[in-house]
Structure formats: structure tokens, C-alpha cells
């Protein structure tokens, strides 16, 4: 699936100006969904077709290297192709590949690690573990963010257009937990006058949800809601489930999802989730992965590979999730992560787990930790860094640190293949070697795949 494309039927000098049609071939797909073919030297982006396709498209974005088209028809298909199950499938920004059988979503995803090790990490030769799928395909997301909008004739709630600020309306997701899909189709269609009063002012409503049934849900608005107030436990007693309201306010953007401010107007602000053990009090604000299923099987790969680690440094910590393993797995651990909210969240899921005496955490940005004499110390006396950070990766600072110390094992968790390799080109560079890269499906149905990682000290 990622072999450069030819297209047969397109002339080498015919024009691609906006509105030309042509029949492409197309044999690669891209992490947002776009398929890729070539014609008169370009590259043509389009959404629609799957690699091995022929489909008739039209220009309709020309710039200096590459074109994009709309799908006008497909000609052939491939075996690989299935029905999208969601309505707004292609007009909704959610999900790139439902039109791709689940067992080729794992191979592409696995492929595209593979592609962004080689080509920006210039790691070749590497051997990369099949995708590790979800048990559940769909239904699988414990959090929704709503977009809430008022532009149109009716108030609607949805997500928004790929690439776009329009909102796509909803009343169902089926990617999502059903009961949160069952809170869109009330606040779609509100026959509660609290949900109305919510919908009033509200820019975006936030909910997450625990495997036994609770959920909680944050309302976003420009500034602290009287009304919301007002309607709070209406607002509760209207979603199944649902153990509490917060409201969210002092926007720091315009498209801020949620306020620098918060408070809780009824019933409690967090839920609990339990995942291999380890219990986990968890707010809509919190950065909790959304697929529990997956992080147990990370938590697997984890208990395999690096269960005997004894001091174990991690940076980019959040609120705990994987440094509460390595303590209940015997470890000393000291977390790191910059916002102070996410740590006080960390120290409470140890008191909750009686970890406290094997974790430590502290609230700064790694790559200042890794400099100051605490930070110097730990990596000094440690024999596993774990780094799970943001999507951006890691920063040179902290991974030139982590190398200098010569600590023995690393763990790296990553949500973007690219950034990925060009941290692993650095570490690999300093001495490193890749003893495991394990891709992970924590997203289904979209170009988004999670990467263990597992490097040891070779020289």
C-alpha cells in the first residue's frame, strides 16, 4: 500500500486545472484518508479510493507539485473495500477508513510505521510486530467531543468537516460508547428543557464515560453559566448514567474545546475506570487514553518486555497511567509532567492504588527536569526511561539527556509515526538499538496508530 502510483490513462501533457476529469489508478493511502495516484508528473490526493482502485475524478485543487480531486466514480475496486457503517462517513472529519476491511486497517497501519522509520528515520531492516487490533472496531471511544452550533435554523450538535470549521450535525456516532451516542441523539433532538438551556449557550459539550455505566460531562461557554447552573442536576437527570455536570469557561482561543476555568455545578467531576488492576479517577479533561481495551494489551506488552525494571523514570507522565504499572509491578518510578493539573491527578490515582510510597511525581516540563540536579540524579540511577509524550514527540534536550546518562532500556509509546522516527533516528544515533516496535490500533477506522517501542544501550 505505499508503492508510488502511475495512472496509465493520463497524458503526460494534459492539463490538471480545476475541473479536468481523469481515470487514476491509485496504490497508496495516507494517514488522513487520502488516497494518492500520479498524472502528467503530479501527485493527485483524493478521498474516496483505496489503494489498487481505478476511479474516474475531477481537479479540484491545482498547486505548484500536487493536485487534489473529488471521487466521481470508482471503476475497480479492491477486495479490500466495505461499506462504511456511519452516515457522514466522508463529510464528518472523525474517521478516515471505514471503507477499508478492519484486517487491511491493521496491516496499512502497520506499513505506515514502517514507512516513517525508513524514510525519516533512516532505520531500515527493522522488525515490526502486526498491528495489535481492537476487540472492538466501533463503539470503542469512552470520550465525545461535541461541537455545539448555532448558525443553522435549529441548534445542532456534531463534529467538524476534515480540514474545515463547518459542523457536520449528528445524532449518533457509532464509534463512540453507546451510551455516549445515546447523549448526542438527546442533545440532537433535546425533549428536556434543561438540555435546551445547555444547548443555549453552550460551544462545546464534553463527555467521558467508565466501562461499569457512570459518565460525566463538561459544558463549555464563553464565560461561568447562570442558566447551566440553573438546569445543572435537569441536566444530570436527563443523560443515563450520567454522576455529574462541570461548566468550563475563560476561554483561552476562539476554538478552545474547553475553559481555563472550571467548576463543578452538580454530582462529581470525575468517574473511575479500572484497567489490569489499577483503578483510575478520571475527569472529561483528563488525558486518559480513549480505548481502555488497547491499554491493557499496551499494559501487556509492557508486563512482557519490561517488567523487571526496578528505577524506572517517566517523562511525559499525564496522569499516572503507565507509571501506577510499573510501581504495582515493584518499581520505584519517578513521573514527570508539565501540567500541574494532570500530576495532582497522578498523586490521587496512587493514594487511590496505595502506590504513593513507589511513585513520585513532579510537575515541569521534561526538558527542564532532565537538566536540574534531581532530574540529572534519576537518570543517572534508573534502568528504564519510559517517554510517552504529545504527538510533536520528544525534544532534543531531553532526548540527548536521556542518552547521556546512558540509561540501559527505553520505552517509547508513540501516537505519531513521524515524529517517532525522527526520535528514534536521534536515540539510535547515540547508541541504541531497536529490540521490539509494536504497533497498536487504539483508534480504529482512522490513520491514527499508537507504536511501543523498546530500545537497549548497545554501546
Known sequence: M??????????????????????????DLLANGQAVARASGFVVFCFGPLPG?????????????????????????????????????????????????????????????REALERIGDLTNVSIAETIGSPAARSYRNKVALVVDRHLRDTAVGFYRARSHEVVPIDECPIVAPQLSEYIGRLAAPADAALTALLAEARHVIARSASRGDAVVSVT??????????????????????????????LASANAIAGRRARVLAGSETIEEEI???????????FFQINVAIVGRIFACIERDLADARRVVDLYCGMGTFSLLFARLGARVSGVEESRRAIDEAR??????????????????????????????????????FLDPPRKGSDEVTLQAVAGARVSRIGYLSCDPATLARDLRALVANGYALRGVQPFDMFPQT???????VLERER
Open 221 to 250: 461557554t464563553e464565560t461561568a453559566s447562570a442558566g447551566l447552573e440553573r438546569n445543572a442536576q435537569g441536566v444530570v437527570d436527563a443523560l443515563p448514567g450520567a454522576v455529574g455536570l462541570v461548566n468550563t469557561y475563560d
Open 447 to 453: 490513520g491514527h496508530v499508537e507504536t511501543l517501542v
Open 2 to 27: 505505499t508503492n508510488n502510483a502511475t495512472a496509465p490513462n493520463a497524458s503526460r501533457n494534459a492539463s490538471l486545472a480545476p475541473g479536468t476529469e481523469f481515470e487514476l489508478h491509485f496504490t
Open 348 to 385: 490521587s490515582n496512587a493514594l487511590l492504588n496505595d502506590l504513593e510510597s513507589r511513585a513520585s511525581f513532579t510537575a515541569r516540563r521534561a526538558d527542564e527536569w532532565v537538566r536540574s540536579l534531581a532530574g540529572r540524579s534519576a537518570l543517572a540511577t534508573c534502568d528504564l526511561v
Open 53 to 113: 482502485e481505478r476511479a474516474r475524478v475531477r481537479i479540484t485543487v491545482r498547486k505548484a507539485t500536487y493536485a487534489v480531486a473529488e471521487l466521481l466514480q470508482l471503476v475497480e475496486t479492491s477486495p479490500e473495500r466495505v461499506e462504511p457503517f456511519c452516515r457522514v462517513f466522508g463529510t464528518c472529519g472523525g474517521c478516515q477508513t471505514q471503507h477499508l476491511s478492519y484486517d487491511a486497517q491493521l496491516r496499512w497501519k502497520r506499513d505506515l510505521v
Open 276 to 286: 489490569g488492576g489499577i483503578r483510575y479517577r478520571v475527569s472529561p479533561s483528563s
